[in-house]
């Protein structure tokens, strides 16, 4: 039983090595791969926020912007093959960016 625990383990260990030697192979920094997954859960929910239409209160718009930013420089730090899929949702929420800084820019 304890041989399968250490099999088991170095088996875990040595598949997160190879993640990561890949990762690392492919020129991102683990930490700016770790933010672009995150950046795109994030992605997902603001993808939802842009498509609900109508107009959102100030609060509203700061927060999206925020979070826009935040996406947007995680997807800069990452090859864009990576994100080739999740173009559309990306072009979405920019296109609602702009929106929002130019609504912004004009009410000032």
């Known amino acids: 039983m304890l041989e399968v625990m250490y099999i088991l383990v170095f088996v875990i260990v040595s598949l997160i090595a190879f993640s990561v030697m890949?990762?690392?192979m492919a020129g991102i920094q683990v930490k700016d791969f770790w933010s672009f997954i995150?950046?795109?859960?994030?992605?997902?929910e603001l993808y939802i926020f842009a498509k609900k239409g109508g107009s959102?209160?100030?609060?509203?718009?700061?927060?999206?912007?925020?979070?826009?930013?935040?996406v947007?420089?995680?997807?800069?730090?990452?090859?864009?093959?990576?994100w080739d899929e999740e173009y559309q949702k990306y072009r979405?929420?920019?296109n609602k960016y702009k929106d929002i800084k130019v609504l912004r820019w004009?009410?000032?």
């Open 92 to 94: 979405e929420v920019l």
């Open 72 to 82: 947007f420089e995680a997807f800069e730090k990452v090859p864009s093959m990576l």
């Open 106 to 108: 004009a009410s000032n």
């Open 22 to 24: 890949q990762i690392k």
């Open 38 to 44: 995150k950046a795109n859960e994030l992605l997902d």
């Open 56 to 70: 959102l209160s100030p609060q509203e718009q700061v927060i999206f912007l925020t979070e826009a930013e935040k």
